[in-house]
């Protein structure tokens, strides 16, 4: 844990044994968010769930530091922050998404069965618009407000989508 300008923090980081199976990003997402409930004690007011190869600008801090409206979840890696995932009428919601604890708790999290590369990001925007969640919209930051610096070239979604 930490406080940066006034701002409590905890950091959790889920990594996969090395077990030899496929990663599941939505268990590892899942158990960061039990441990970082857990370590806030029921002060969590926000949780960030954050892909390790995406580092934000500057200009994206304030995002960090806002928590989202309780039915109003942010998408932080949105199509004007990081350019991986702009295919056009894709609702993308994965790399960085910031919550309301109660609308990541009332959607269930992430699924448990999904390994390996994508859409449980898509799943969790489904189940949070299921449940309510998202009933004042999907918020987005702008490319003028910051941008990501991606760490990894792959482009996955465009890579299976385009090869299909």
Request: hydrophobic letters at 35%; aromatic letters at 10%.
């Amino acid at each position: 844990g930490g406080e940066g300008e006034g701002v409590r923090f905890v950091v959790v980081v889920a990594e996969q044994s090395s077990d030899g199976r496929k990663f599941n990003r939505g268990q590892l997402l899942n158990a960061g968010y039990r441990e970082a409930a857990s370590c806030a004690r029921g002060e969590l007011r926000s949780i960030i769930l954050h892909d390790v190869d995406l580092l934000p600008s500057e200009g994206l801090f304030r995002w960090y530091a806002s928590p989202p409206a309780r039915h109003a979840p942010v998408h932080l890696a949105a199509a004007g922050c990081w350019q991986k995932y702009t295919l056009p009428g894709y609702d993308f919601f994965g790399g960085v998404t910031a919550l309301h604890p109660s609308g990541f708790e009332a959607s269930n999290g992430f699924p448990n069965d999904y390994w390996g590369w994508g859409m449980e990001d898509d799943q969790l925007r489904l189940r949070i618009r299921a449940s309510g969640g998202a009933a004042g919209g999907v918020v987005r930051p702008t490319e003028s407000d910051g941008r990501y610096r991606d760490l990894d070239s792959v482009a996955v979604l465009r890579d299976v989508l385009c090869s299909a």
